[in-house]
Nanobody
């Protein structure tokens, strides 16, 4: 089970940190990804972190601004967002999979989503 938190209303240029908390003893066996969905748009890949936290891959729209990290001992994954833009406004979801994938179709475990609103 995953639970995302940390969303809120910020201004353009601000930073925000989202957190994804997982329950279960096999958390370290999963890749964890972040996706986002803006109103009227498809759910978009944001980034993914591998099982040991060493490797990350980001979507082009957030590369250089967002950073994903994880703490397997605590069962958490963080999404640090900086230089936020109004186009980053979306509901952000964390998701877990035993295999590496940037496709939302390959994820069976999803958090409930947390809303990020960036005002101009």
């Amino acid at each position: 089970q995953l639970q995302a938190s940390g969303g809120g209303l910020v201004q353009a240029g601000d930073s925000l940190r989202l957190s994804c908390a997982a329950s279960g003893r096999t958390f370290s066996s999963y890749f964890v990804a972040w996706f986002r969905q803006a109103p009227g748009k498809e759910r978009e890949f944001v980034g993914i972190i591998n099982r040991n936290g060493v490797g990350t891959v980001y979507g082009d729209s957030v590369k250089g601004r967002f950073t994903i990290s994880r703490d397997n001992a605590k069962g958490t994954v963080a999404l640090q967002m900086s230089s936020l833009k109004p186009e980053d406004t979306a509901v952000y979801y964390c998701a877990a999979s035993r295999a590496y994938s940037i496709s939302k179709l390959d994820y069976n475990y999803w958090g409930q989503g947390t809303l990020v609103t960036v005002s101009s």
